[in-house]
């Protein structure tokens, strides 16, 4: 655990331009996990929908 925050420490000032695309990312990666689930479970050939 330390070598991360070591890490994330020696990283995190060179991000400083591009943090809220960082933000954008990680908040798009959040949302299409679980659309990405849901489109399987909804769709008309889906095992759960028999």
Same mark, same amino acid.
């Given at each position: 655990?330390?070598e991360?925050? %070591?890490?994330?420490? !020696?990283? =995190?000032?060179? %991000?400083?331009?591009? !943090?809220? =695309?960082?933000?954008?990312?990680?908040?798009?990666?959040?949302?299409?996990?679980?659309?990405?689930?849901?489109?399987?479970?909804?769709?008309?050939?889906?095992?759960?929908?028999?």
């Amino acid at each position: 655990m330390r070598e991360v925050r %070591t890490a994330f420490r !020696r990283f =995190w000032p060179l %991000t400083c331009g591009d !943090r809220k =695309w960082l933000v954008a990312v990680v908040v798009c990666v959040v949302v299409a996990a679980p659309a990405a689930t849901a489109s399987i479970c909804c769709s008309p050939s889906s095992p759960t929908m028999r």
